[in-house]
């Protein structure tokens, strides 16, 4: 089936495949990166119209599904195995993306501090002393007389 469904889709709509399974990305989005187009005298690249309406007329064919299920079939019999480079980069991407949410980079930064081990704590010797240094000295606490503030209370009710 691979063979015939290269035939019938463009290299666009494989691109768009492709965002929305290996990257996660929202159809919209998948077609916007898909099939935009640059404009050689501006230097810049011009999004299509209509976006969403024409992904989700794309996310209708049947040729589109095929290729869709196809890919997420060969993620699963690489048994899901992503190294360790892919997934920085990923993170990284998110990061430097200027079209990224705030909370989405935060979200990238904390998952990329924790793969580079930035967070790690200098491991705690068995029996060892933890010294704690506060930026205040601290009050005793003093005890008010043999009563306590619940005797007190009742007292003056």
Known sequence: MRAESSLLISQQVEVFCREIVLHGRLPTRAYEIAFAVQDVELGQWVIPDN??????KLLRTPEVVGRIKEIRDEMVSWGGRIE??????????????PDSKAADKLGASKQLSQLEAFEKAP???????????????????????????????????
């Open 51 to 56: 976006p969403s309406w024409n992904a989700s």
């Open 84 to 97: 360790r480079e892919e997934i920085i980069n990923s993170l990284r991407a998110i990061l430097l993306d």
């Open 123 to 157: 491991d705690a010797q068995a029996g060892g002393t933890l010294v704690i240094q506060l930026p205040f000295s601290p009050n005793q606490l003093k005890n008010i007389g043999s009563g306590s503030i619940l005797d007190s209370e009742a007292e003056t009710l």
